[in-house]
């Protein structure tokens, strides 16, 4: 009998090692995914586009959208506050004014606070 204990007893053992139970994972282990890389807000939303046409209805010190560097920008709030005599900039609005924020029609560059407040006032992509 006690023979008998012994043998069923080694047998289920040989059973446990031969089937791997112990080293199995869980059958419902989900598969570890990399995370997906989320979507910027710039790919997941484009920018609007703008024709040259539709800036030029916004030539106006009050109403003033600009085309810079292929961006379109509403600078109609920004305008009182430009450093520069008016006469400077107005003259910029409903163009394409990429040589004229350059050079500020003196040669000389804006600097990069300018640059940077610039985003700001952006709508979306000159066409
Ligand atoms: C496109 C037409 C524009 C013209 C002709 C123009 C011209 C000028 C001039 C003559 C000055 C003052 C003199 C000088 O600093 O040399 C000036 C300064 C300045 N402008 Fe403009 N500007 C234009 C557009 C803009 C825009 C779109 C911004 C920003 C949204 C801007 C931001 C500034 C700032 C912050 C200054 C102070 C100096 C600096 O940071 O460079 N300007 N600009």
Redesign the pocket.
Known sequence: MKALFLLATALFWLAVAAFGWFDRPPAAAPAVQPPSAAPSAASARPERRYTLAEVARHATPADCW?A?DGGV?D?SA?LPQ????PA??E??CGRE??E??R????G????????A??A??RMGTLD
Do not use: E, N, V
Request: charged share 15%; net charge positive; hydrophobic share 35%.
């Open positions: 600009m810079i920008y600078f920004y430009h450093p520069s005599d400077l900039i003259p910029w004014a990429s004229a924020y050079t500020k029609t003196r000389r560059p804006h600097s990069q606070r300018a640059t407040m610039m700001g006032y």
